[in-house]
């Protein structure tokens, strides 16, 4: 199939803009509650309607009164934290443009995007933020104005507008249409300098509803209940600003957590305990691979391993129900799985928060068999696909029929088409308006609606997208075989003890890899042996290491023909990491400069 396109379930927006919403709500019913907010106790608080409608309130009058105007862009620097919302929401309310910038930036990523979007004020988050931005302050001469989040910056903005009518802000936001500018977000930069996608209000608000619409029931534990989730994807990356978005239009109670590392999140899940989470297959993957070692540790190895075959089995079997190829699991198999849903499946959804029934997934490709353990382990998840251009997810598997190893069906109201080289075109109301001050890369992305998005896919029968790699990232060997790297280097990764896998054979004589550790998944595997942890230099020779290693590159190399198969590879010792300017903000790997810094290590695998 060529192109697919589900009807829509939302009509675009025809007036108004973002912070509408948090208005109406407070007028309908102000004590209903919207989010939740962690005092200064660590203890979770709820802010209603009417609160969060005031405190909105109360910063835009104070944006106002230090000289933001409509159509200003304002950058915002910072981790996932309830501010984040609070100025995206008052920044809204007067016709501002968020800027959203990683709180990881560099002091040159910092200075082009303000530069480039000619942001006139910034909000960071702390000290060293405030410090990165001053070392190219001088060259931001828009730049007016700089509030820290942790120095006050939201008490000093409610004292400086205390003094006007509520009437300048509701002016202000009346004047906001769907068409008008929400937020200027620059890509991850990872062939290249970022550029500004231009997002409205009336792409958010379209997305966000029609989401709300088609997977409100993804949304519960079980029908009835109240909605909650926890918010620990970066806000300054579209997929998290859609989920806030989506999240107060429809009245879905959520938290803020800074860390994506286990041991702030976990414990944060547990204590807020979401019905449901957005998140990508990174996080999934710590869960399942934590779940594996405590199991391990607890010499029950076997049975876990069992468990995840008879989840995977279960799944399967409801999955080819589902499609009409199957009558559904089997006696036995109920049996088998409600004896591990017990022993193993109930802790893991515990380790989530217990009251966990759905999740949906993007940002990069999940495993299917990941996908299937979830699912028969009682977290169904929703793989979607999408990107910065297209204000988040354009294809997800719908509620009732799941696919697992795709990315779903078009959002209903997008279409996606496969061109004649297998490049995935979309075109729906969620669609971007273009770069900012960058015509020519917006001719080259856009063509007469239509966003080419540099990914290739196809359809099956049935509309469901599979992405099979990117147009930029195929390898090309001497010999002319073409080589997409991404299905090969996800089931390297699918091997516990690998963190990273990079395949390289570009204009050479046949494919090879670049492996990195799992520094946990190594430690717990040197214990179980009773192995003493070597310096890394020794430990990436370890013969009993590279054996596992190697048992993974064969796995993968079943996946594709002789040509296109890793003929060798080398274990770092370090893995890719954002700070060596190895990996995007958002984990995707930044290939060139990979290259470029194992220049060396590559030219070694080609002499041997």
Not at 66 to 90: C, H, K, N, P, Q
Not at 407 to 432: K, M, S, Y
Not at 540 to 565: G, H
Request: net charge negative.
């Amino acid at each position: 199939m060529r192109e697919f396109t589900n009807p829509p379930v939302e009509l675009p927006p025809p007036v108004g803009g973002l912070a509408d919403v948090v208005f109406e709500h407070a007028h309908t019913d102000p004590g209903a509650v919207a989010l939740g907010r962690k005092d200064d106790a660590g203890r979770w608080r709820d802010v209603t309607s009417g609160e969060f409608r005031d405190e909105v309130l109360a910063l835009a009058k104070g944006l106002l009164a230090r000289g933001v105007r409509f159509g200003d862009r304002v950058a915002i620097m910072s981790r996932t934290r309830y501010e984040w919302t609070l100025f995206d929401f008052a920044l809204w309310s007067i016709g501002a443009q968020v800027v959203p910038v990683y709180p990881t930036s560099s002091a040159e990523q910092c200075f082009w995007m303000l530069y480039d979007a000619e942001v006139t004020a910034a909000v960071v988050e702390h000290e060293d933020h405030a410090m990165t931005i001053a070392t190219v302050i001088d060259r931001l001469p828009r730049l007016r104005e700089l509030w820290q989040l942790d120095s006050g910056a939201v008490r000093e903005l409610y004292d400086a507008g205390a003094h006007l009518d509520d009437e300048v802000v509701h002016r202000h936001r009346r004047a906001v249409t769907p068409d008008s500018v929400a937020t200027v977000i620059y890509t991850s930069g990872t062939t290249g300098r970022p550029k500004g996608c231009v997002i409205s209000h009336g792409n958010f608000m379209w997305e966000a509803d029609t989401v709300i619409e088609r997977w409100e029931p993804v949304f519960h534990s079980r029908r009835g209940d109240e909605a909650a989730t926890l918010l620990f994807l970066p806000l300054a990356h579209v997929f998290g600003r859609m989920v806030e978005v989506a999240a107060i239009r429809g009245r879905v109670r959520f938290g803020h957590q800074p860390q994506l590392n286990a041991a702030a999140l976990l414990p944060d899940l547990a204590a807020f305990r979401p019905t449901f989470i957005l998140a990508v297959p990174y996080i999934f993957e710590k869960v399942f691979a934590a779940a594996r070692r405590k199991a391990e540790k607890e010499g029950r190895a076997g049975p876990f391993e069992k468990a995840v075959d008879v989840a995977v089995k279960y799944a399967e079997a409801l999955e080819a129900r589902a499609w009409g190829i199957g009558p559904g699991p089997s006696a036995a198999l109920r049996l088998q799985h409600q004896l591990f849903d017990k022993l193993v499946y109930a802790k893991v959804r515990a380790a989530m928060g217990g009251r966990i029934r759905n999740a949906m997934s993007g940002g990069s490709a999940m495993d299917r068999r990941l996908g299937l353990f979830f699912a028969g382990a009682g977290v169904q998840i929703y793989e979607g696909y999408g990107l910065t251009e297209s204000t988040a997810a354009a294809t997800a598997n719908p509620p009732d029929r799941t696919r697992y190893g795709s990315v779903g069906q078009p959002v209903p109201g997008v279409t996606v088409h496969i061109a004649d080289d297998g490049e995935i075109w979309l075109r729906g109301p969620n669609v971007f308006q273009g770069y900012l001050n960058n015509p020519k890369a917006t001719d080259e992305t856009l063509h007469d609606g239509w966003l080419a998005t540099g990914d290739l896919g196809f359809l099956d029968e049935d509309g469901y997208l599979t992405i099979t790699g990117r147009k930029k990232e195929i390898l090309v060997t001497s010999g002319g075989k073409s080589v997409s790297p991404g299905p090969l280097e996800e089931r390297v990764r699918d091997h516990p003890l690998v963190g990273q896998c990079v395949l390289v054979g570009n204009d050479r004589p046949f494919v090879a890899a670049l492996v990195t550790l799992d520094q946990e998944a190594v430690d717990h595997w040197l214990q179980m042996r009773a192995k003493p942890r070597p310096p890394d230099t020794e430990l990436v020779r370890d013969p009993d290491l590279e054996m596992e290693v190697r048992r993974a590159v064969v796995a993968a190399n079943t996946l594709v023909s002789q040509a296109e198969q890793i003929r060798t590879f080398r274990i770092l010792t370090q893995p890719f990491t954002e700070e060596h300017g190895l990996l995007t903000p958002s984990l995707k790997l930044k290939r060139k400069a990979i290259e470029k810094a194992f220049a060396d290590v590559v030219e070694a695998l080609y002499r041997t």
